[in-house]
């Protein structure tokens, strides 16, 4: 047993020593995370030397990519955050390995559909009004990027395994190498002449980026930290889907209702104008910076909260719910008052323009309650994927990012002329009301019933395992 785990299991664990654990589990994450998202930048950045067409074909494809794909993977792999967390604590630590296995199989199948939409994708842009000329390079974009988009579900899929076992900086060390190899491979196949493949270099230096990602982290699983719950593949990973199937619809309504609903408000703002555009682009980067950090803590209250559930520990997951929740609402009100105070600035990190400056300081302080609002979303979300409550947050977030959300934003924008502060009101106001129903909701947790939901699950995992049991060889 290793620290994380003597500390896990601690009877006397204090609110102290919890909130460090959450803490320092929750920085490497962040930093994770961040670095995925710088990734996609790096390939905007290098085609955006090449020409604006060039530039334009990497937005569209980038957006398709997330849209159809990254969104979808994020909302899949939610399952995994309760099972393999969950199971990790509860006696059989094989199971984690059983559950990885199911997840990537169910969403490699998943993914075959995707595949042929990303080959088709030429007519489909056209038919949505794209120009021919753009379609058929978004399109070619787009299937140079399959021979990589397994290699990110993968790796995805092992990264959640690995922090259900409380490690933590894995990724963070796989990113790290990752984003340098992806900025010299952009750079020899996209800028460096004697190398040069043109627009479609940048494609092929993701893909290879997440085939390397995925080869570094399953090195450092086999080598270093992780294989303890893996078993070796098996046959009994083909049955119990039901599980994965339960968890991860959910997830996919949970995630992709938000992220969907954002990356639309982004899209009208090409209605608004080049200066509300200019600023929704700045917006957008901040508020992404931003998100990391509650979302570090998502993550580690998710597995923490399933690793406690998981041991039988339901006194010390209700405490961490709490601390968790107390830690987003100061980290919230820190970065809320970090915009409006420097509002006037922000502006002049991306451009020096005085009035996409002005435009922007404008809106800042409806994203500075808006960055309040999310950030207790997300933390709480991760907290409701712990207990293996992905259907709540579902119908929370479908009705209330598109349903009031879209409608709203799109009202006050266009019909009331508030334009880009419109636009996020939406946004805002969407983000507000389910933060206080969610907020709600976790107040009023029967904590002993997620004790048994969990208990029930693990159960049902085992007996099939026992029932099933044919292991085929290790790697």
């Not at 489909?124 to 070619?140: F, H």
């Not at 349903?403 to 502060?421: D, E, H, K, N």
Request: charged residues 15%; proline residues 3%.
């Amino acid at each position: 047993m290793d620290v994380d785990d003597e500390l896990l299991l601690h009877k006397d664990l204090n609110e102290w020593s919890e909130r460090k654990y959450i803490i320092w589990k929750a920085i490497p994450i962040s930093l994770s995370y961040l670095l995925q998202n710088i990734l996609p930048f790096i390939s905007v950045f290098a085609l955006g030397h090449l020409g604006q067409t060039e530039l334009a074909i990497a937005t569209l494809s980038i957006m398709c990519y997330n849209f159809t794909f990254v969104a979808l993977i994020y909302g899949a792999a939610t399952a995994l955050d309760t099972l393999c967390s969950q199971a990790y604590t509860s006696g059989d630590v094989k199971m984690v390995g059983i559950f990885l296995q199911r997840a990537i199989i169910i969403q490699l199948l998943g993914f075959i559909p995707i595949a042929c939409i990303w080959w088709e994708s030429e007519q489909i842009l056209i038919l949505m009004g794209q120009s021919p000329a753009i379609s058929s390079k978004t399109c070619l974009y787009l299937r140079y990027l399959l021979i990589g988009a397994p290699a990110f579900l993968l790796f995805e899929n092992l990264r959640r395994y690995l922090q259900a076992q409380g490690i933590m900086k894995a990724s963070t060390y796989v990113l790290i190498i990752s984003c340098i190899i992806a900025i010299c491979l952009n750079f020899l196949l996209v800028l460096y002449q004697p190398l040069s493949l043109g627009f479609i270099g940048a494609p092929i230096a993701t893909s290879i980026t997440n085939w390397l990602m995925f080869s570094l982290l399953v090195i450092y699983t086999k080598f270093i930290n992780g294989y303890q719950a893996w078993g070796g593949w098996s046959r009994v990973a083909f049955y119990g889907w039901k599980q994965i199937f339960t968890l991860a619809i959910p997830g996919i309504l949970m995630v992709c209702s938000e992220l969907w609903t954002s990356e639309f408000i982004s899209f009208l703002t090409g209605y608004l104008g080049e200066l509300p555009l200019a600023s929704q682009g700045i917006l957008s980067v901040i508020v992404t910076l931003l998100y990391q950090s509650p979302f570090g803590l998502s993550v580690s209250a998710s597995n923490r909260v399933g690793n406690l559930l998981g041991a039988g520990l339901v006194e010390k997951a209700k405490m961490t719910s709490k601390l968790t929740m107390q830690l987003a609402i100061i980290l919230a009100l820190f970065e809320a008052t970090i915009l409006i105070v420097f509002k006037n600035y922000w502006g002049y990190i991306f451009i020096s323009e005085d009035d996409v400056v002005k435009h922007t300081a404008s809106v800042i302080p409806m994203i500075s309650i808006f960055e309040i609002s999310d950030g207790l979303n997300v933390v709480g979300q991760g907290i409701l994927r712990g207990q293996g409550r992905q259907n709540i947050g579902a119908l929370i977030n479908a009705p209330g990012y598109v349903v009031l959300g879209l409608p709203v934003s799109i009202l006050t924008a266009f019909t009331l002329r508030y334009g880009l502060l419109g636009l996020w009101f939406g946004s805002t106001a969407s983000s507000v009301i389910v933060c206080i129903i969610l907020l709600i909701i976790l107040w009023r947790t029967d904590w002993q019933q997620q004790l048994e939901e969990c208990k029930k699950r693990m159960k049902e995992g085992k007996d099939k395992l026992e029932f099933m049991i044919s292991d085929v060889p290790d790697f």
